[in-house]
């Protein structure tokens, strides 16, 4: 491996862009390209049971016959044959913090994240400073049973139980994604919570020291048993910086009878990644599944967080928003299965679009037969900042079920002339008042996150109004 | 007979000017290259037509083509003729326009369409004009195992008024056939334009129709369509703004009942700024019928100052009865003002409490519920005979 490595080629532009690239050494690292024998190797390395290097043989098959997806973003730039599958962990890190584009080493000292945590976001470190905090929470979480790993070691450590729920609910032939990550999955993390516990502290991929949490092709596997609570956070306000172009991650959740399951995602990746997620969970009865899913980096974003609603009672609920900017395309949106009878969902979506950025809702509400006496409600809203932006809506509605009521509401409109004029006439600057309007607008997405994402978000939100970021 | 050069040639469809047969004889080539549309195509990807061969019906009815009912007395100037008449006597005002709306190279069904289509009129209204009566356009198919394909064609001069009522009739004929109904509708500058479509064909038809308008600056079109017949049908009603101070009202309501399977597809194109679009289709579902409904809102870049409305509602009577609705936009540009809805479920059981319990029989209160469910949209039919023709028509199903 003595050649130097070529930048990968999606996110062509990125290099005018940053102006620099980011030399990797690695000590080991896969060949570029996709065949039986990598997957082999990466599953050697890993030191994998044979089910597991059977599955990713059985995905990567499945993957190649599978054709890409013709709707949505423009995929075709893709090219599957010129990216590293794997990089192994601790090599993860060669790069210095003085080699960061100058513009997420601006961001970060604006929103004012510490030091350490800017390295650790930025992929220079993965030592984060939360050790102490860390640690302490998990003798707590040891102490009730629930089990907060990240998924390689969940399979080494737990391998029965992993077995039983792996690959359940997305299975690889899914899509064509979800087959590539089945093939090449690395990292992720893996919870399980034990019947009956709840777990006040919201659990976040960044307390998890050492591990590769925020990998290429992560995989996060959650299990709700019976009647207890988890909220989860992956990701996190400031910009995620990375050199790989395209990031495609599974989620897979089970939440079971009365449990409830939180999962908040704020996406922040660097513009020149290409983020095609498959998220799903299964709401058995009475349990409650929340999607809460932020946005904002990324040159193009394909995510639909599901829920299958499997048993009467189920609820799921998707809160999310989109913001696109110069060059952005972020076409998200959600899916509510209703299988079972008396079941509800809710899908509430905000987008925004600036200096050319393109939005896009996507959503299916598909009621089986069955699913009788169901109900959802589907709202999005979508802003538009100037006349250069577009807004796109495709929501799929399937009823087959008896007596369901499903509605869908949908409104585009740009910053309203009276409430700017309302805000100036009090002295407050154009730019200002439109970032108060903006703020205003994806409120009910602010609300429910941790105070202090909420705050890093509304900096975010101001930072992009200004056109400093990206 | 089947759908070839050969019956193109015949001497029924002869007579026709020389650039109409082109005309045929090119969208002839795009039915033989274009292969059926398949489960792949996102705009069929709900729509069944494995059971269809349209071959099985290359025969036409000898009725095809006959003069159209009697039109009131039309003012000077109006042209109202069959529109193979029409191409040959007024070809200065139909070859420009003639299937410049609907593109026989759109798919399968638009070119068998255009290759072969036999019957249907020819409206001009000249500048300034205005007609009082509505004019009727009566299209009836008789016998099963046919084609029948009338095209409509009409071109509203400057500041014209005028009402149009295309009606699609089955006379007897209950199986299974091949049916289409489509109309291109000119709305030129500052002029009015009501058009309503009735589909009633038999029970056993396959019913393709696309009715597509160009509505220039100031002028507004009102357009109303309704479907009750056929065992399938699928409907394509788009309309293009594209001048200032354009408005397209488009409403439609279908009855679908039994196995009836309806497709419908909308297209708001506002081409410019300062246009404005309303939709709302009003459907209700029964027994084992399904529905699709799939429209786009699209304001193009610099459409500044639109205003686009989109809405569909399903009421669905049966447990069995399946809709899908599909309200789509495409937003690029900011100055605007776009909204849409869709809602799918039952009669409201609050709404039917009341009822009942004021001594209403359930069966009674149902009804009475779905009238109302129409009523608010039937207001909208542009004119008052099309508006008693589609209560009735309606009111016999409902009961």
Redesign the interface.
């Known amino acids: 491996m003595a050649t130097q490595p070529k930048p990968v080629e999606i996110g062509a532009d990125y290099k005018e862009k940053y102006g620099f690239f980011v030399p990797e050494e690695y000590v080991f690292k896969a060949k570029r390209g996709l065949n039986p024998e990598i997957v082999k190797e990466i599953s050697f390395m890993k030191g994998e049971p044979e089910w597991m290097t059977k599955f990713r043989l059985r995905s990567l098959e499945i993957f190649r016959k599978k054709p890409m997806p013709t709707w949505g973003a423009d995929l075709s730039v893709i090219d599957f044959e010129n990216i590293f599958y794997f990089l192994k962990a601790s090599d993860k890190q060669s790069k210095t913090w003085e080699e960061l584009p100058p513009d997420i080493k601006a961001t970060y000292d604006r929103l004012g994240v510490p030091e350490a945590e800017r390295k650790f976001l930025a992929g220079v470190s993965a030592q984060y400073e939360s050790e102490v905090v860390y640690h302490s929470l998990q003798k707590e979480l040891s102490a009730k049973g629930v089990i907060f790993l990240d998924t390689d070691s969940a399979l080494r450590e737990h391998p029965d139980l992993f077995r039983e729920y792996f690959g359940t609910v997305i299975p690889p032939a899914d899509n064509k994604f979800s087959a590539l990550n089945s093939a090449v999955w690395s990292g992720g993390s893996f919870i399980y919570v034990p019947k009956g516990v709840r777990v006040d502290v919201p659990l976040q991929a960044y307390f998890r020291i050492n591990a590769e949490n925020m990998g290429q092709f992560e995989r996060t596997l959650i299990i709700c048993d019976e009647g207890s609570f988890v909220h989860y956070i992956e990701g996190c306000t400031a910009p995620i910086y990375t050199s790989d172009s395209l990031h495609s991650a599974v989620v897979e959740i089970i939440v079971k009878k009365g449990a409830r399951c939180r999962y908040t995602t704020i996406q922040n990746w660097s513009t020149n990644v290409f983020n095609l997620v498959t998220k799903r969970a299964m709401a058995y009865q009475d349990a409650t599944m929340e999607w809460v899913d932020g946005n904002l980096g990324s040159q193009i974003t394909m995510k639909y967080p599901s829920v299958y609603l499997m048993e009467p009672g189920a609820k799921g609920d998707v809160l999310s928003i989109a913001f696109a900017g110069k060059g952005q395309h972020q076409d998200a949106g959600g899916k509510m299965i209703h299988v079972a009878p008396n079941t509800t969902s809710t899908i509430t979506s905000k987008s925004i679009s600036k200096a050319g950025g393109r939005t896009s809702y996507r959503g299916h509400i598909k009621m089986y037969p069955g699913a009788n006496n169901s109900k959802s409600f589907v709202k999005c809203d979508a802003l538009l900042l100037d006349d250069e932006s577009r807004s796109d809506t495709y929501p799929y509605n399937d009823v087959d079920a008896e007596n369901v009521t499903l509605g869908h509401e949908a409104t585009v409109s740009k910053v309203s002339d009276e409430q700017l004029f309302y805000l100036m006439s009090r002295g407050i600057t154009r730019a200002e008042a439109e970032t108060m309007i903006v703020n205003g607008f994806i409120e009910p997405f602010t609300k429910e996150l941790p105070l202090e994402y909420a705050v890093e978000l509304n900096r975010l939100i101001q930072l992009e109004m200004e056109g400093s970021v990206g | 007979m089947s759908f070839s050069q050969e019956t193109l040639e015949r001497t029924e469809l002869q007579g026709e000017p020389d650039w109409l047969r082109e005309r045929r004889r090119a969208a002839l080539a795009d039915f033989e290259r274009l292969p059926m549309p398949s489960r792949h195509d996102?705009e069929w990807r709900?729509t069944d037509i494995a059971g269809l061969n349209p071959a099985s019906f290359a025969r036409f009815e000898r009725a095809n083509g006959a003069a159209p009912a009697p039109a009131p007395k039309l003012p000077a100037g109006v042209i109202y003729e069959p529109l193979a008449t029409a191409a040959a006597n007024h070809a200065k005002l139909v070859e420009p326009v003639l299937f410049t709306l609907l593109h026989h190279d759109r798919d399968r069904f638009a070119a068998l369409h255009s290759a072969f289509f036999t019957g249907g009129n020819f409206l001009y209204v000249p500048d300034g004009v205005t007609v009082d009566e509505p004019i009727l356009g009566r299209h009836f198919s008789h016998e099963a195992g046919t084609s029948v394909l009338p095209h409509t064609l009409i071109v509203a001069g400057k500041n014209s008024r005028f009402n149009y009522l295309d009606e699609y009739i089955a006379d007897g004929d209950e199986g299974e056939a091949y049916r289409s109904g489509s109309a291109e509708i000119f709305a030129g500058e500052g002029s009015e334009v009501g058009y309503v479509a009735i589909q009633k064909w038999g029970r056993g038809a396959w019913h393709f129709g696309d009715q597509r308008a160009r509505v220039e600056k100031d002028a507004t079109l009102k357009l109303f369509s309704v479907t009750l017949g056929g065992k399938f049908s699928k409907n394509r009603i788009e309309a293009s703004l594209v001048g200032p101070g354009a408005t397209a009202e488009l409403k439609a309501i279908y009855f679908a009942s039994g196995e009836q399977f309806f497709d419908f597809h909308t297209l708001q194109d506002h081409q410019v700024g300062n246009t404005t679009s309303d939709l709302l289709f009003k459907g209700a579902l029964q027994d084992t019928a399904r529905t699709v409904y799939a429209g786009l809102i699209k304001i193009e870049?610099?459409a500044?100052r639109s205003d686009a409305y989109q809405a569909n509602r399903?009421l669905?009577l049966?447990?069995?009865a399946?809709?899908?609705?599909?309200?789509?936009?495409?937003?690029?540009?900011?100055?605007?003002?776009?909204?849409?809805?869709?809602?799918?479920?039952?009669v409201d059981p609050n709404h039917l409490f009341y009822l009942e319990s004021r001594g209403i029989p359930e069966s009674t209160a149902k009804r009475m519920l779905i009238q109302g469910f129409f009523g608010q949209v039937l207001d909208r039919i542009p004119f008052e005979e099309a508006r008693t023709l589609v209560e009735t028509e309606l009111e016999s199903r409902i009961g």
Do not use: F, Q, W, Y
């Open positions: 996102e709900r870049k610099h500044a399903n669905v049966s447990d069995k399946k809709a899908t609705s599909i309200p789509m936009l495409e937003i690029d540009n900011n100055d605007v003002r776009c909204t849409h809805g869709a809602t799918v479920g039952p």
